[in-house]
């Protein structure tokens, strides 16, 4: 039983003599997809270590590949009918939009488009992997030949210490896919050789589950901490630091959720589910926040002690989550008329 420790030179070494020594099997081929602009660097890392684990010939990256003079759509494309495997490197700038203002992908000569549409049409498998903290798009952020690319699911892969066990997991995905499709996903002798006998054995796994913990509270205080504290604030100010009258409340419990829910979808790019669901947490949570400050400064019962009582705060929870629910349609609605303006009136139009 072998344990993998990536960063050790030594292990590198007899990698590449095992790769070097696979001759008779064929080889799966990965293609990776990436825009320079957005994941260079960390998709020249992703490369690296997919050569060491299937050797040279079997990673396409068109910067190490496409021999000079080669017209680079005739290359690509003949190399990805011929591939196993998709890697699509998804950055936070995937969807950057050109000099004009249009996303990139929806001209349709925009290389990275021109690669999933391919994939998709001839069925090569697609691994969306998301670098950096990158979200995956919505199928409203995509032109209608890519809608599919939304619903994959996605690896995560981040340039930091995580990146080993990160790396590792997205070999074990791809390695998965080839034996569903009937490939070897190498020689036997160099598979034996460094698979982990657990998860528990991968270096950095431990790394990985606290890096997950970290970006599970980032998001729980974005979109539902941060939205209390709000409705919390706004409800102390206007009923007992400045006495105001009561619509200025309702106004607040309208506006904060509706901001919040628009912002879920704007930068998180979850839809109504999400947004109801934390609508109807920020909702609970406020009101039962407002009936102890209520109950603390004027020393009444903290529980509702009439049916109108109870009315009222089920009103203000119901109106906080539908107000979040809203603002995450109109985010919704916003983005997508924002994209059929720049494909204009027959999904043509092209970003120069």
């Known amino acids: ?13 007899q990698l590449q003599d095992n790769t070097r020594s696979i001759t008779s099997r064929e080889m799966p081929k990965v293609f990776l997809s990436y825009r320079r602009s957005d994941a260079s660097a960390i998709a020249g890392r992703i490369f690296d270590r997919l050569v060491v684990y299937y050797g040279r010939e079997a990673v396409f990256m068109d910067v190490d590949n496409i021999p000079i003079g080669t017209d680079f759509r005739k290359h690509i494309g003949g190399f990805l009918h011929q591939c196993d495997i998709l890697l699509a490197i998804v950055g936070t700038k995937w969807l950057v939009a050109d ?21 998709l049409q001839i069925g090569v498998p697609i691994i969306p992997v998301l670098v950096d903290g990158a979200r995956m798009p919505s199928a409203g952020d995509l032109p209608d030949d890519l809608r599919e690319f939304a619903v994959r699911n996605a690896a995560e892969v981040a340039s930091g210490r995580d990146f080993d066990a990160h790396t590792e997991r997205l070999i074990r995905s791809i390695d998965r896919i080839l034996m569903e499709g009937g490939k070897e996903p ?14 528990q054995n991968l270096p950095g796994h431990n790394a990985s589950i606290k890096s997950r913990t970290r970006s599970w509270i ?21 009923v007992v630091k400045l006495n105001l009258n009561y619509n200025y409340l309702r106004a607040a419990t309208i506006f904060i959720p509706l901001c919040a829910g628009f912002l879920l979808f704007w930068y998180e790019r979850q839809g109504s589910g999400a947004a109801l669901v934390l609508g109807a947490a920020v909702g609970g949570m406020s009101v039962i926040a407002m009936l102890l400050i ?4 004027a020393k009444v019962p903290i529980v509702p002690a009439t049916l109108l009582d109870w009315q009222e705060s089920a009103e203000y929870s119901v109106g906080i989550a539908l107000s979040m629910l809203m603002g995450n349609v109109i985010a919704s609605l916003f983005l997508k008329s924002k994209l059929q303006f720049w494909q204009g009136p027959g999904g043509t139009r092209k970003a120069k």
């Open 99 to 119: 000099d004009s203002g249009a996303p990139r992908l929806l001209d349709t000569d925009d290389p990275v488009r021109n690669e999933l549409k391919t994939a």
């Open 218 to 238: 980032k998001y729980l205080f974005r979109n539902l901490v941060a939205p209390v504290i709000l409705v919390i604030l706004a409800h102390y100010l206007v």
């Open 186 to 199: 190498r020689a036997d002798e160099f598979t034996v050789r460094i698979r982990p006998t657990t998860v």
């Open 1 to 13: 039983m072998f344990k993998v420790v990536p960063t050790s030179w030594n292990l590198v070494s």
């Open 294 to 297: 209520v109950g603390l400064t």
